[in-house]
């Protein structure tokens, strides 16, 4: 069963910057466009970016221009560049399956940014 695990998050200065990765295992990710989720305490979970498995990516209108997605599939891994950082983008970090069915949740990586 694919298992994805996230790291890279921290404690960072408004104005910072974080690389956020997600590794997977299975064959699956290469073929499947991926995502990065968020978790704020008391707030849902919202998808802030998409990469498709062609390298088309998308993303909300809150993290546009600062956060880029990226992936590399010979290693199965998916790379959340996080810049200019707001103490707005504190939450935990998550990453899986843009659309459809989703894979088992990681444990996600915190990222918490001081004003």
């Known amino acids: 069963q694919v298992q994805l695990v996230e790291s890279g998050g921290g404690l960072v200065q408004a104005g910072g910057s974080l690389r956020l990765s997600c590794a997977a295992s299975?064959?699956?990710?290469?073929?499947?466009?991926m995502g990065w989720y968020r978790q704020a305490p008391g707030k849902q979970r919202e998808l802030v970016a998409v990469?498709?498995?062609?390298?088309?990516?998308n993303y909300a209108d809150s993290v546009k221009g600062r956060f880029t997605i990226s992936r590399d599939n010979a290693k199965n891994t998916v790379y959340l560049q996080m810049n200019s950082l707001k103490p707005e983008d504190t939450a935990v970090y998550y990453c899986?399956?843009?659309?459809?069915?989703?894979?088992?949740w990681g444990q996600g990586t915190q990222v918490t940014v001081s004003s």
């Open positions: 899986n399956k843009a659309g459809g069915s989703k894979l088992i």
């Open positions: 299975g064959s699956i990710f290469s073929i499947s466009a």
């Open positions: 990469i498709t498995s062609g390298g088309s990516t």
